[in-house]
């Protein structure tokens, strides 16, 4: 499947408003496991470079900077990769528990492409915010709606639910589950805010 930036556009357009439909072709493309943990690889780094972009058009004041985590872009790297890495697994396992179907693949490559859709969706912001902050923020909140959505309709695809509340639940026992687990890695791998005292 070749995407150009304007079938990528009406794909993400799709993603957003026929999320199941969406889902059920996503899940139709049977990547392969290398294909897939290179995509979700590059989601970080793009992750990282799209932060970067952020922070350098919106720099910290400099009566809060000593108030802010500073971290190095590979600790950066390593906290979304280390999260979403687990996320994917979580999602899998936790589906699993309520009787859902979906494979790891499948999950992977639902993982993936929600990433895909988010990045874009905070481009979109970015370059707002060079406009309008007031826009970028209002675009920002309706963005983050349209997500949410997303990915519950994406879940109960997913794991063939057929029931959207069992989705959400499957998506909050993922996610704390990847916060405690994740925290406690990044924490053993010595990943985190700085230490000492003030």
Known sequence: MTLDFQSWI???W????????????VQDMRFDMRSLWMALALVVVLNVLLLA????LSPVPDAMSTQIIQLSPFGYTAIIGVFLVMFVFALFHAGRMLDGQGTLPATLTMVVW???ISLTLEAGQVILVLFSPYVAALYGMISLGAL??????????????ESRG???VTILMALIGTALGAGLLLALLGVGPPGGTT
């Not at 972009?53 to 350098?56: D, I, R």
């Open 10 to 12: 009406r794909a993400v």
């Open 14 to 25: 799709m993603s957003l408003i026929e999320p199941a439909d969406m889902a059920r072709k």
């Open 53 to 56: 972009l952020v922070q350098a």
């Open 114 to 116: 929600f990433q895909a």
């Open 148 to 161: 949410i959505w997303c990915i519950v309709n994406f879940i109960d695809v997913l794991h063939g639910f």
């Open 166 to 168: 069992k989705a959400l």
